[in-house]
């Protein structure tokens, strides 16, 4: 078989195996690593005799993505503060582009992150692609019946710590907007009746720009924290935290990040925050906050 007709066949399949491991690994970075990783196993065998190219790359781009995600464990582990998945722009044309159109909500990575390696795999295998329980038992190299037992494990799991959004998406981008206004103006009365009483600030630095190193509970702190990061004096302790000056500018745009609303703000033409909120019942429950710039080139 030529070589251009080996790199078509895989190229074929590029966006899908990047979505699975994505979902398994929660970064792109590593995601783009196990399909490149991907890519030179496939280049290394005769895909002559491959029958269903599709069944087999996703069966390599699993295991790989298993092994990776049992290596970078302790990494994940050292991580200083909270360590949250790498948000996804998700707009109609990147969608179509990288497979990322379901099962990539933010708050459900972060659920994910709490399964096993092989929990993981099989319910963004089963949940997200809906592949059978054999070809998943194929690919992580177990039976069907313990590929079946895993999701079953694991869908548990997942249900019963995964968050019951608001499911009206103009619902949500309109909370996100006033959500972002009232900090912005410094309204603590209008911030806090916005918030459920035992809402929660995740907050993802990595040590690299300063943000809270554990989560913080309760309406009238977060509230509180929100105001004092968005006033004049600290915006610009921030913006000279990643290199910026009041000069280089601050928007606030409200794109689909994560197959859901968000607000992200950008400064010198690069995003610097990106708040992403679970909200139910028109109240805020959850806020993710990502600023580690290593984080915030894909949105």
Same mark, same amino acid.
Do not use: C
């Given at each position: 078989?030529?070589?251009?007709? #080996? ?82 722009? #998700? ?9 990322? #159109?379901?099962?990539? =909500? ?52 997942? =249900? ?85 000056? =009041? ?18 703000? #950008? ?33």
């Amino acid at each position: 078989m030529s070589v251009e007709m #080996t790199v078509e066949r895989f190229e074929r399949h590029r966006d899908l195996l990047t979505g699975v491991a994505y979902r398994i690994l929660g970064t792109v970075a590593d995601a783009e690593d196990v399909v490149q990783e991907a890519w030179l196993r496939w280049s290394g065998v005769d895909a002559g005799v491959v029958e269903d190219d599709r069944a087999y790359l996703i069966r390599v781009t699993t295991r790989l993505s298993i092994d990776r995600l049992r290596r970078i464990g302790a990494r994940r582990e050292s991580y200083v503060g909270e360590w949250l998945p790498e948000p996804v722009a #998700t707009g109609a044309d990147v969608a179509e582009r990288v497979e990322l #159109t379901t099962s990539v =909500e933010l708050a459900l990575l972060v659920v994910l992150e709490t399964l096993s390696p092989l929990e993981r795999a099989v319910f963004v295998l089963r949940e997200a692609f809906g592949l059978p329980y054999a070809e998943i038992g194929e690919a992580i190299g177990r039976s069907e019946a313990t590929a079946r037992q895993l999701s079953r494990r694991a869908r548990r799991h997942v =249900e019963e710590r995964r968050p019951r959004f608001e499911v009206d998406r103009a619902r949500r981008r309109e909370i996100t907007e006033r959500f972002i206004g009232a900090a912005v103006d410094g309204d603590l009365e209008g911030l806090v009746s916005m918030l459920a009483a035992d809402a929660t600030l995740v907050g993802d630095g990595g040590g690299k720009v300063r943000a809270p190193l554990r989560s913080i509970t309760g309406a009238d702190k977060i509230a509180r924290l929100l105001i004092s990061i968005a006033s004049e004096t600290g915006a610009r302790r921030f913006l000279e935290s990643v290199g910026l000056t =009041e000069a280089d500018g601050i928007t606030v745009e409200f794109p689909e990040v994560n197959d859901a609303p968000a607000a992200v703000v #950008t400064a010198g033409g690069r995003a610097i925050t990106m708040f992403s909120l679970v909200v139910r019942d028109g109240l805020i429950e959850t806020i993710y906050l990502v600023v580690n710039p290593e984080k915030l080139s894909r949105v």
